[in-house]
């Protein structure tokens, strides 16, 4: 049996309940009051100075910290990464392009049946890679400004740098983990409109 005041529990012989001191009325037991939980500890950042824990603000524990996405926390240095990759690329194809622009108007020490060969392949290999490198340029630029086009662009050269051993290959697989995961379709988009 328990007191219909404060839920202590009395002997069915009691008149008075030794907690509250309200009269114990007969009838049907009362159901005790709920407990409520205990408060959890409070989160302890340890000083430097003393080796002793004060307690965090309550914005700062980790369970009200947001957690970001893959998408959203690899998208910047994603795209910078494609930017950098692109601009180390431009570089040897300009050389080539250059060594082409040359070619064309004579190297004395060259035979000529050999530069009818050679400089048409370098010339068209600088072209390759300097189209490869302005592709890489706008695909990261796009991702860094979150443009709806870029996420594709930068899957399709993803794919195609994964032939490209080793920086190439790291470069590919690691766009294909950030832009091709489940649900980073609907993430990127939903970043692109905040944007």
């Known amino acids: 049996m328990y007191c219909a005041n404060c839920g202590t529990q009395v002997q069915e012989s009691q008149k008075y309940c030794n907690r509250c001191g309200q009269p114990v009325a007969a009838g049907p037991p009362a159901s005790p009051m709920p407990v409520p939980p205990p408060a959890p500890p409070p989160a302890y ?3 430097s100075a003393t080796g002793y ?3 965090m603000p ?3 524990t980790p369970a009200a910290t947001p957690r970001g996405s893959r998408v959203a926390s690899h998208l910047r240095t994603l795209g910078i990464l494609w930017i950098v990759v692109s601009v180390i690329r431009l570089l040897p194809a300009l050389g080539l392009l250059a060594f082409t622009h040359m070619g064309r108007f004579g190297f004395p020490f060259m035979a000529p049946h050999f530069r ?3 400089v048409p392949m370098v010339g068209g290999l ?3 890679l300097s189209a490869t490198a302005v592709i890489g340029l706008a695909a990261g630029w796009g991702l860094l400004d979150r443009r709806p086009w870029a996420r594709m662009l930068a899957i399709v050269i993803g794919c195609l740098s994964l ?3 080793p ?3 790291a470069l590919g697989i690691y766009t294909l ?3 091709a995961s489940a649900g980073a379709d609907a993430e990127y988009e939903r970043l692109a409109r905040v944007h």
Request: net charge positive.
């Open 45 to 47: 950042s340890r000083s």
């Open 53 to 55: 824990g004060t307690p």
């Open 58 to 60: 309550a914005a700062m």
């Open 116 to 118: 009818f060969f050679t």
């Open 126 to 128: 600088g072209v390759l």
């Open 163 to 165: 032939i490209s051993f």
């Open 167 to 169: 920086f190439g290959t």
């Open 177 to 179: 983990w950030v832009l």
